[in-house]
C-alpha cells in the first residue's frame, strides 16, 4: 500500500476525528509520513469556524499540489461538508468528503491506490441538499462539480455517533490523545456555523467511553483530553440521561487513568459539583476552558449566547476560590455586528476583573447562512483589528501575572514530543509549558520546579528537574 500524510486544521474534535482516520489508514496498510511532498496521499482534515480557516485550506491544497503534483488530495472535515462545490474546483484535489461520510476515506484512499476511484462508486454520489439552509452556500444550490474531483457528502442531521477507534498513543504525538465523546450541537449562536456541518449533538455511552479509556491507557496514555464540540451537553440525548459529570465519575472510578483532562464547557455546564469535582480528585487536571465571546449583555444576547456578563463571572470566580491554582481560559470575540465601543469597554473590563490565565482572541468572521451574517453596522476592520491586539495584550498580561503566581512551586508535568537535546517541553496539569533540562521521553511524568524565564517570548516557563 502507499503513503499518507495528515494535516488537521481545527479544534480538539477534528483532533479525534484525524486521530480516527489516521488509525483507519495505517490499518488498511497505509504508511505514516510527515513529508507531504513524498506522498501518495495526503489528507486535510479542515475546519471552517472563520474566513480565515476556509483560506488556510485553500492554501494548503495549492501548496501541496505545486510540490506533489502526483499526490492525491482528499479533503475532508468541517468546509467539506459545509462548501464542497467550492473545494473541489480547486486543481489537485481529488476527493471531497463532508464529515457525513469521514468512515469511507480508507475504503477511498485504499481504491485510489489499487484501483480506479470509479471501480468504488459506479454511480456519482448524490450529495443531499435539505440537510443545511440554502443560504449556507453563495447560489442557493448544492451540485457535483465540474471537472475530475468527486464528493460525498449528505445528511449530517441524520448521522449517529461513530465510535472513535482508541488509538492515538504511537501514532503521531505519543503524548495526550483526544478521545472525542460527544458530536454535534443544539445550540444556535447567531455567528456559529459548526451546527450545520456537524449535525445535532450525540454522545457516546458512558459504558463505551469507559472501555475507549481503558484501551488508550492500555496502549499507554497517561492523559487523556476529553473533547466534544458541546462537551458540557454530553448525556443528554442518550436514555438514560447522563451528564458530563457523570462520565467523569466513570471513567475515574472505572479505569486506571492518570490524568483526565477537559476541553471546552461552555459556562451555563460549569455546575458546582463539576467544580468541586475538579478540586477534589487528584486525577483531573486542574483546568477550564470556559468561551466568554463578549462582556456585554447586550451582544451576548444578540449573539444568542445562553447566559449573561454577571453568570459568567460568578462562575470563574467560583473556579477561583475552590480552585485557586486551575487555569481559566476562555474565547472571546472582537467585532460582532453592532458591538459598540461601550460594548467592548464591557468586555474588557470584565476580562481585566477576572482570574483568567490565557484568552483565545477571535476577530469576527460573517459564516454563510447564520444570522450573523445577515446583521447590519458590521464593525470596521482597523477597529476590528485594534480591539483585538487591545484583548490579546491584555491576555498576555494575565498569562504572565499567573505565571508569577506559580514560581517556586513544585509541579508534576507529562513530557511531550519536541524540544532539542538541550530541553523537554511538557505540561503541568494547570496548564503551564514547561521546559525540562536535558532531552527526556515523551510520554513521561516530571517533578519540576517551576522558574520564571523573563528573557522568554514564548508563553512558557522554564524549569529545573528535580529527581
Known amino acids: 500500500m502507499g503513503t499518507f500524510s495528515i494535516e488537521n486544521f481545527g479544534c480538539r474534535a477534528t483532533e479525534a476525528d484525524a486521530a480516527a482516520l489516521r488509525h483507519g489508514l495505517l490499518t488498511r496498510g497505509f504508511h505514516l509520513v510527515d513529508d507531504q511532498s513524498c506522498a501518495d496521499l495526503v ?46 474546483a480547486l486543481e489537485g484535489v481529488t476527493w471531497v468528503i463532508g464529515n457525513s461520510h469521514q468512515t469511507e476515506i480508507p475504503k477511498i484512499a ?29 447560489d ?14 449528505g445528511d449530517i442531521f441524520a448521522q449517529t455517533f461513530v465510535q472513535i477507534a482508541a488509538t492515538g498513543v504511537g501514532e503521531g504525538d505519543r503524548t495526550r490523545p483526544v478521545l472525542k465523546i460527544q458530536d454535534g450541537c443544539n445550540n444556535r449562536c447567531s455567528y456559529c456555523v459548526i451546527p450545520f456541518v456537524r449535525g445535532r449533538s450525540r454522545s457516546l455511552s458512558p459504558a463505551v467511553v469507559v472501555e475507549e479509556v481503558q484501551a488508550l491507557v492500555a496502549a499507554g496514555a497517561r492523559e487523556i483530553v476529553l473533547s466534544g464540540i458541546n462537551l458540557g451537553a454530553y448525556g443528554r ?17 472505572e479505569t486506571d487513568l492518570e490524568q483526565l483532562r477537559l476541553s471546552s464547557v461552555e459556562p451555563q455546564d460549569i455546575t458546582e459539583e463539576l467544580i468541586s469535582l475538579m478540586a477534589e480528585s487528584s486525577r483531573l487536571a486542574r483546568h477550564f476552558h470556559v468561551p466568554l465571546q463578549s462582556g456585554s449583555d447586550r451582544i451576548l444576547q444578540a449573539m444568542h449566547r445562553w447566559y449573561r456578563a454577571g453568570h459568567y463571572s460568578e462562575r470563574v470566580k467560583r473556579i477561583r476560590q475552590i480552585s ?43 459564516r454563510p447562512g447564520t444570522e450573523g451574517a445577515k446583521l447590519g453596522e458590521t464593525v470596521p476592520v482597523t477597529i476590528i483589528r485594534d480591539r483585538a491586539r487591545t484583548l490579546r495584550a491584555l491576555g498576555r498580561k494575565k498569562s504572565s ?5 506559580q514560581a517556586g512551586r513544585v509541579l508534576r508535568a507529562l ?5 532539542d537535546d538541550t530541553w523537554t517541553p511538557a505540561l503541568t496539569a494547570n496548564y503551564l509549558k514547561v521546559r525540562i533540562p536535558g532531552r527526556v521521553p515523551a510520554n513521561e511524568w516530571r517533578e519540576t520546579s517551576v522558574l520564571l524565564d523573563e528573557t522568554s517570548t514564548e508563553d512558557c516557563v522554564t524549569t529545573s528537574f528535580q529527581k
Open 237 to 253: 440525548d442518550l436514555t438514560p440521561r447522563a451528564s458530563l459529570f457523570d462520565v467523569i465519575q466513570c471513567i475515574l472510578e
Open 43 to 88: 489528507v486535510l482534515n479542515t475546519c471552517t469556524v472563520t474566513a480565515a480557516a476556509d483560506s488556510q485550506t485553500r492554501d494548503a491544497v495549492r501548496k501541496i499540489h505545486r510540490v506533489n503534483p502526483a499526490a492525491r488530495i482528499i479533503v475532508t472535515g468541517c468546509y467539506a461538508q459545509r462548501a464542497p462545490d467550492e473545494i473541489a
Open 140 to 153: 442557493g444550490q448544492m451540485s457535483l462539480a465540474r471537472g475530475p474531483a468527486k464528493i460525498l457528502t
Open 110 to 138: 485504499a481504491g485510489l491506490i489499487d484501483q480506479p476511484s470509479e471501480e468504488l462508486f459506479p454511480v456519482p454520489p448524490v450529495i443531499q441538499k435539505d440537510f443545511v439552509p440554502a443560504s449556507l452556500l453563495d
Open 401 to 405: 501575572e499567573f505565571r508569577a503566581t
Open 324 to 366: 485557586p491554582n486551575a487555569a481559566i481560559g476562555a474565547d472571546v470575540i472582537v467585532g460582532f455586528p453592532g458591538e459598540s465601543d461601550e460594548d467592548f469597554q464591557a468586555t474588557f473590563e470584565l476580562i481585566e476583573q477576572l482570574p483568567f490565565t490565557y484568552l483565545h482572541v477571535f476577530s469576527f468572521s460573517a
Open 415 to 419: 513530557t511531550l514530543v519536541g524540544g
